[in-house]
Nanobody
Framework: QVQVVESGGGSVQPGESLKLSCVIT????????MSWYRQAPGKQRELVAQ???????KYDNSVRGRFIISRDNPKNKVYLEMNDLEPEDTAVYFC???????WGQGTQVTVSS
């Protein structure tokens, strides 16, 4: 049974940083591309960052240069370091093993002055 648990969200002011963590169990972690998505109120879920099984990386234009995705395969963990946060980054953030069918509950990030 696949389980996804995200953590690390919170409320911060513009310009501050947060680091999200995610642990995924119940699948062969190393063969999956890992992604972070976010969903803001009233909007569709969107891809923020992806780190492939061979460590190829892609970012949405809105976060490139500010966010860093990483993974720790022995620990089955994925991270999203978010710097210079903006109010537009406010959303629920989800991590996801691409082509799997399980999503976690997400973690709320709120950026407000």
């Amino acid at each position: 049974q696949v389980q996804v648990v995200e953590s690390g969200g919170g409320s911060v002011q513009p310009g501050e940083s947060l680091k999200l963590s995610c642990v995924i169990t119940g699948l062969k972690f190393t063969v999956y591309d890992m992604s972070w998505y976010r969903q803001a109120p009233g909007k569709q879920r969107e891809l923020v960052a992806q780190l492939g099984r061979f460590y190829e990386v892609k970012y949405d234009n809105s976060v490139r240069g500010r966010f860093i995705i990483s993974r720790d395969n022995p620990k089955n963990k994925v991270y999203l370091e978010m710097n210079d946060l903006e109010p537009e980054d406010t959303a629920v953030y989800f991590c996801h093993a691409e082509n799997s069918h399980t999503w976690g509950q997400g973690t709320q990030v709120t950026v407000s002055s």
